[in-house]
Each structure stands twice: as C-alpha cells, then as structure tokens.
C-alpha cells in the first residue's frame, strides 16, 4: 500500500533500477519543470545505469513523487530544491566491500 509521504500529486521520471529492481535514489537531479505539465521536475536513478540503458525509454516512467517517496524515504528531505540541484550519492545497489560499513553521503551541487 502506498502511503502519503508528500502533500503533492506531481510527477517525476525514475527507472526501472528504483522501481523494478528495488534500489534506493543513487543520484537525483531537478530540472526545471515541463511547462503545462503536472512535473516536478525532479529525476531519480539508482546511480549505476549505464548511458545504453538510459538511452532505452523502456528502462524509465513517469511517475508521482510520492510513488519514489516510498521506495526511498531518504529522499523526502532533499525535495524542496530548487532545479537546477543535483543530488549524489545516496547508498544504492551497488554493493560495497562487507568490510565496511556503509553510511549515507548527501552532496547537494547547485550549477
């Protein structure tokens, strides 16, 4: 069941590593919002795809901020950016040594 994380119904794009594979947010970025559209303009990955599979369409949808919101808790806080904010890294599916422990990084970069 989907839980209501954020008071908003607009949309996102993210790929499949997030909502197929069940990643977290590995790198997220805000563009400027589609005009006339119910965009946020916020982009979610899980940081390890490769440019061939973010050139397949197939490999990302549209979805409700919210809907991310609940795969990946972590990112509610970091929402209010404003475009032009990326937002890296995040711990993801890509596995770390067991030696160590991972802990969760946010770097905000503003260009």
Not at 94 to 108: E, G, M, V, W
């Amino acid at each position: 069941m989907i839980k209501r994380f954020i008071d908003s119904n607009v949309g996102c794009i993210a790929t499949d590593r997030i909502t197929v594979d069940g990643c977290k947010v590995g790198f997220m970025y805000r563009e400027e919002p589609l005009d006339g559209q119910p965009d946020s303009g916020w982009r979610f990955m899980a940081g390890d795809e490769s440019e061939e599979y973010m050139g397949n369409p197939d490999n990302h949808s549209v979805y409700q901020v919210n809907t991310i919101c609940n795969y990946d808790e972590d990112i509610i806080p970091l929402l209010h950016a404003a475009p032009g904010t990326n937002v890296l890294p995040f711990i993801s599916c890509i596995k770390a040594p067991t030696s160590l422990n991972p802990i969760s990084l946010y770097t905000l970069i503003v260009f």
